[in-house]
T-cell receptor, first 112, second 113 residues
């Protein structure tokens, strides 16, 4: 596809469950980013992947959050033992090395 | 820590008006500044990117300016249209190898027909 895609578009889960969010970056983009947007807040950086380098995980809010990326393609963000404060829109972006970041439509997560 | 503030939080104007959205940032050592548009359910669309060495960028009815020394940027929208209704986000990227974007909370713009 031409842009960044994310799935699912919406996810409702119960507190304590694990969830997995997926991001398909633009083909050829070496960099991939995850951000979180909570209601009424600005986007918060979560994690960054660049090629085969070690990811920058400095934005992950707790050890319940983890992310993986296979080569320069798909990435998954996993939230374990979800809490209500995890409810947010999770946005993925990709770019050429340090280029303009192109965003996907996001996954809207609601933890009941 | 870089902080980005956008004023106003919301703005409602009649169609045809020219308008200005404001963005300020606390750390002037930025690499670039980017304005995005966010539509519900559609993610973010990049509108304009200004490198730290530039003073302004233009695209159609949009003009973004950057005053790095004072930590300010403005997005000017000429002859606003109802289709311009969206949330406008400002994001800065610090210099060096720092690739993270720091976002403001956005300005919700409503253009009334």
């Amino acid at each position: 596809g031409a842009g960044v895609s994310q799935s699912p578009s919406n996810k409702v889960t119960e507190k304590g469950k694990d969830v997995e969010l997926r991001c398909d970056p633009i083909s050829g983009h070496t960099a991939l980013y995850w951000y979180r947007q909570r209601l009424g807040q600005g986007l918060e950086f979560l994690i960054y992947f660049q090629g085969n380098s070690a990811p920058d995980k400095s934005g992950l809010p707790s050890d319940r959050f983890s992310a993986e990326r296979t080569g320069e393609s798909v990435s998954t963000l996993t939230i374990q033992r979800t809490q209500q404060e995890d409810s947010a829109v999770y946005l993925c972006a990709s770019s050429e090395t340090q280029g303009i970041q192109y965003f996907g439509p996001g996954t809207r997560l609601l933890v009941l | 820590k870089q902080e980005v503030t956008q004023i106003p939080a919301a703005l409602s104007v009649p169609e045809g008006e020219n308008l200005v959205l404001n963005c300020s940032f606390t750390d002037s050592a930025i690499y670039n500044l980017q304005w995005f548009r966010q539509d519900p359910g559609k993610g973010l669309t990049s509108l304009l990117l200004i490198q730290s060495s530039q003073r302004e960028q233009t695209s159609g009815r949009l003009n973004a300016s950057l005053d790095k020394s004072s930590g300010r940027s403005t997005l000017y929208i000429a002859a606003s249209q109802p289709g311009d209704s969206a949330t406008y986000l400002c994001a800065v990227r610090l210099g060096g190898s720092n690739y993270k974007l720091t976002f403001g909370k956005g300005t919700l713009l409503t253009v009334n027909p």
